[in-house]
């Protein structure tokens, strides 16, 4: 009975072997790949939806305008968000409040204009 035992145990362990050592492969990456950050690929499920607009380069700050900011549970802190649109071109960040669905609001200047500012939990940066 424990010589069966012991076969029995051998046996489930050889043949759970190949199982258990098996890889599938997908693919390679190419050659030249850069990381997300120089690609403008997405790095992860909650990057923003927008890359952050560049003052100079109208066509990028069109991008951060235009962007829908997403209700949910925001952990970001004030200091945080003002953070965020200043690191997006925004200048003279106040009046920061967040509302009832998560989204920090305040008001703004972009390239000398007034703007309101909304920055969700996902930390999209929207002006309107």
């Not at 850069?34 to 066509?59: C, F, H, I, L, Y």
């Amino acid at each position: 009975m424990r010589q069966s035992l012991a076969a029995l145990a051998l046996l489930t362990f050889v043949g759970a072997s190949p199982a258990l050592a098996q890889t599938t492969t997908t693919g390679k990456p190419a050659p030249d790949a850069t990381t997300s950050e120089k690609s403008g690929g997405q790095q992860a499920v909650t990057r923003p939806n927008t890359d952050r607009p560049d003052a100079n380069n109208p066509r990028t700050t069109g991008a951060a305008t235009s962007a829908k900011l997403e209700e949910g549970a925001n952990s970001f802190t004030e200091a945080q968000t003002r953070k965020r649109l200043e690191d997006a071109g925004y200048k003279d960040v106040k009046d920061l409040k967040k509302d009832d669905k998560g989204i920090w609001r305040g008001a703004a200047q972009l390239n000398g204009k007034p703007v309101t500012v909304g920055v969700d939990f996902k930390g999209n940066v929207a002006a309107n």
